[in-house]
């Protein structure tokens, strides 16, 4: 089983649409979780961390829900600017990074 | 807004040459990391540092690989004799403490030839 699990897409959805992505992650010991954002060849940023009792930062919220080993990450009211890969991170034994495939959001107008 | 800074940005070397991708990270974060994406493939973990020691590698990590940070500032990553399956998007990453969020630098695209 693959340590960090999402579905590749592609999200091909409208100008202010609701997108939902989901995680999974094998390793129950894991302490930390993120949502990155990656654009074509550029960095993974930082979108946000993922907090058991949930978060939500502006159009975004992420759940988080440990008996299962799963997150996920709703966008409200989808921008084109929004277009990028979604990369799903959890932290492992010494509290590295390990990172899923990512899964892609293409919007359109 | 403090970055974590890579150079060069993008580096041609010739296999079996010897290449240094250069790092600044964050200056308060105590936390260092490479990782390396291969065109179309997942960001793959190779090592964390800590303290001036490595803390944590991977597989890939081989003998041809290692990392140093030479003064306060700079963190680095040499591999002694590259190979074409080396060539890939290097990216560094600084955190300031354990289980907190990482953040990358714009990363060195190494083609090897």
């Known amino acids: 089983r693959k340590e960090v699990e999402q579905d590749p897409g592609p999200f091909n959805v409208p100008e202010g649409a609701t997108v939902a992505f989901n995680c999974t992650y094998s390793?129950?010991?894991?302490?930390?979780f993120f949502w990155y954002r990656q654009d074509c060849r550029k960095e993974p940023k930082l979108l946000m961390s993922?907090?058991?009792s949930g978060n939500e930062d502006g159009r975004f919220t992420a759940q988080l829900n440990r008996a299962s080993q799963y997150i996920s990450l709703l966008i409200r009211d989808s921008k084109l600017s929004d277009s990028a890969t979604y990369l799903c991170?959890?932290?492992?034994?010494?509290?590295?990074?390990?990172f899923g495939s990512g899964t892609r959001l293409l919007v359109r107008p | 807004e403090p970055e974590v800074t890579q150079t060069p940005s993008h580096q041609v070397t010739q296999m079996g040459q010897e290449v240094i991708l250069r790092c600044v990270p964050i200056?308060?974060?105590?936390?260092f990391y490479w990782y390396r994406q291969i065109l179309g493939q997942k960001v793959e973990f190779l090592v964390s540092?800590?303290?001036?020691?490595?803390?944590?590698k991977s597989e890939i990590f081989d003998d041809q690989f290692s990392v140093e940070r030479p003064d306060g500032s700079n963190f680095t990553l040499k591999i002694r004799s590259t190979k074409l399956e080396d060539s890939a998007m290097y990216f560094c990453?600084?955190?300031?403490?354990?289980?907190?969020?990482?953040?990358f630098g714009q990363g060195t695209r190494l083609t090897v030839v």
């Open positions: 991170v959890v932290t492992g034994s010494s509290y590295k990074l390990i």
């Open positions: 540092f800590y303290n001036n020691e490595i803390s944590e």
């Open positions: 200056s308060n974060h105590l936390y």
């Open positions: 390793n129950s010991a894991s302490q930390s």
């Open positions: 990453a600084s955190s300031a403490g354990t289980g907190t969020e990482a953040f």
């Open positions: 993922v907090y058991s």
